[in-house]
């Protein structure tokens, strides 16, 4: 727990003894903004600029070749890079792929390893996660001729939060699957992923997860929870750029498994190009990757990781939580006067990288922000996110945005916007 102050010179304080204050210079920050959306896509870096720049220029000049270059470094693209993200998941480098997005690799993995029997045929959920999890797994327990009424089975949350106990209790012997988020997109609720990985195994469940909002922000050990497999985004913290390839994890025990969705780049280097009509499974994580390796959407996030290993996962959790704890400290000193309560938990070991801030009136307090130079995101049906991160905000900004809320509601601001919702929010 940190001690902190009211006040701009201790915003000064904060920002002046910050061992990555350094780091923001990296990033490419809009004059008069305040990014708090990095959550949602993070800012590019000057890194990642330069490794995209580096992938333009080998086309440019090699076409074809490209696939040879640099020891057939972008052949292997997706292996070179995994070796960069494991550190940051805790995982070997050959259990990872970076691939697809995280809804297809959902598809991907629920087709590997969702083997319905008579009995075992249920996929555990939430009702809180994000949708497209939901919308694949159903589509998934279609394709094997069931119902999702009969074959997806729901752990109910209660006011927003999951209890992993009552996930726990869910898991009936009917139970074939678990596939669970690691941190919640709204509430940034922590799952305890070994308890209830624990509990699946000692039942005989596959388990599974979906770490979109985990990495980048906090530490993963993949490891030691010893999940069979797992799915994450790179635009989100980790700074990939919109629509950057994603990952995921196929514990290596799981290696001699065929993938439901295969294709050509899932067959072994040796043989890939004998160009064979018999698939030669390549037996680690790359195996389960599908089709031609999509350079340009991982050429930024080589560059961005390169800095995650820089700096290391530890250092970045640390920055992060001082950020969402003086937040927090500033939104109970200032704003709950004002009708905002925090919908998050408070214990670091209880939320990830972003504050939920809760306002009845919040997605026009939403907009209002906007209008001060302000990037926040806004989600059904009142919470405002804000998501501070270690990399490129510095608590200045951080003391501005309460600020600015708070000027927003003692002038009534927020009041000229109408409730009419954006497309995107
Ligand atoms: C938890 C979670 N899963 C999945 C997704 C969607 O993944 P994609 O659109 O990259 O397939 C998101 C997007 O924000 C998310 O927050």
Redesign the pocket.
């Known amino acids: 727990m940190y001690e902190f102050k009211d006040g701009l010179e201790f915003s000064k304080f904060l920002d002046n003894n910050d061992p990555l204050g350094y780091l923001r210079q990296r990033f490419y920050i809009r004059k008069n903004t305040i990014y708090m959306c990095g959550n949602?896509l993070g800012l590019l870096s000057k890194d990642a600029e330069d490794t995209t720049v580096d992938v333009i220029e080998k086309w440019k000049n090699e076409g074809v070749q490209i696939w040879n270059a640099d020891d057939n470094k972008y052949y292997l693209y997706s292996s070179r890079i995994a070796k960069l993200m494991a550190p940051l998941v805790g995982a070997d480098d050959d259990e990872i792929a970076i691939v697809g997005?995280?809804?297809?690799n959902i598809h991907q993995v629920i087709s590997t390893f969702y083997k319905p029997t008579k009995d075992r045929y249920k996929i555990l959920l939430d009702d809180i996660?994000?949708p497209?999890?939901r919308y694949a797994i159903e589509s998934q327990v279609i394709l094997k001729g069931y119902s999702p009424e009969d074959a997806v089975k729901t752990v109910k949350s209660v006011n927003n939060f999951l209890d992993e106990d009552d996930v726990i209790e869910a898991m009936t012997d009917d139970v074939a699957v678990v596939f669970l988020?690691t941190v919640y997109?709204r509430t940034a609720q922590i799952i305890h992923m070994k308890k209830i990985t624990d509990a699946a195994k000692e039942r005989g469940i596959i388990v599974g997860w979906?770490l979109?909002?985990a990495v980048g922000a906090l530490e993963v050990d993949l490891k030691s929870i010893d999940a069979d497999f797992a799915v994450w985004?790179t635009y989100?913290y980790l700074n990939g750029g919109p629509g950057s390839c994603?990952a995921l994890y196929i514990n290596r025990k799981h290696f001699q498994l065929l993938p439901g969705l295969a294709g050509w780049f899932g067959n072994k280097a040796e043989t890939q190009f004998l160009l064979r009509q018999k698939f030669d499974h390549r037996k680690d994580g790359s195996g389960w990757q599908i089709g031609t390796p999509h350079i340009l959407s991982m050429a930024a996030l080589e560059g961005s990781l390169k800095m995650f290993i820089d700096i290391g996962m530890e250092t970045i959790r640390h920055k992060s939580l001082k950020l969402t704890g003086y937040l927090m400290y500033l939104i109970d000193t200032k704003l709950i006067q004002h009708g905002f309560s925090v919908g998050n938990l408070r214990e670091d070991s209880r939320r990830g990288g972003h504050v939920c801030l809760k306002h009845e009136d919040g997605y026009r307090i939403s907009l209002a922000l906007k209008g001060r130079g302000v990037v926040p995101d806004f989600r059904d049906p009142n919470v405002i996110r804000l998501a501070p991160v270690a990399l490129y905000t510095s608590y200045g900004e951080v003391y501005s945005v309460v600020d600015i809320l708070l000027d927003i509601m003692k002038t009534e601001s927020y009041k000229k916007f109408s409730c009419k919702r954006n497309v995107v929010v």
Request: charged share 20%; with cysteine; aromatic share 12%.
């Open positions: 949602s997005s995280t809804t297809v996660n994000f497209t999890d988020p997109y979906d979109c909002h985004c989100k994603a």
